[in-house]
Nanobody
Framework: QVQLVESGGGLVQAGGSLRLSCAAS????????MGWFRQVPGKEREFVGQ????????LYADSVKGRFTITRDNAKNTVYLQMNSLKPEDTAVYYC????????????WGQGTQVTVSS
């Protein structure tokens, strides 16, 4: 069982930056990938980006490409989402997720952290 805990959300003005963290715990933690998603009330959860745990390959949604960066610290079992040039439309609850090896979808989720970008 993997537990994921996000932190770092908050209120920021448009154009500002925030860094989210996601700390993972569990007896064994060796996912295929770690991802970030976001959700606005009334809308479906949206993929933001992911990083392959054993390498450095990353993938981003077009809406955040060039503004958001995902990094990971394997020694700390932590993944980060650096968000720059934030826009009001980035306002959402952000979730981190872990995708186990051999699976095609994310199977462990954090509780989410609110990010609010004011105009």
């Amino acid at each position: 069982q993997v537990q994921l805990v996000e932190s770092g959300g908050g209120l920021v003005q448009a154009g500002g930056s925030l860094r989210l963290s996601c700390a993972a715990s569990g007896r064994t933690f060796s996912p295929y990938a770690m991802g970030w998603f976001r959700q606005v009330p009334g809308k479906e959860r949206e993929f933001v980006g992911q990083v392959v745990w054993s390498g450095r390959s990353t993938l981003y949604a077009d809406s955040v490409k060039g503004r958001f960066t995902i990094t990971r610290d394997n020694a700390k079992n932590t993944v980060y989402l650096q968000m720059n040039s934030l826009k009001p439309e980035d306002t959402a609850v952000y979730y981190c997720a872990a995708r186990s090896s051999g699976l095609n979808s994310y199977d462990s989720w954090g509780q989410g952290t609110q990010v609010t970008v004011s105009s």
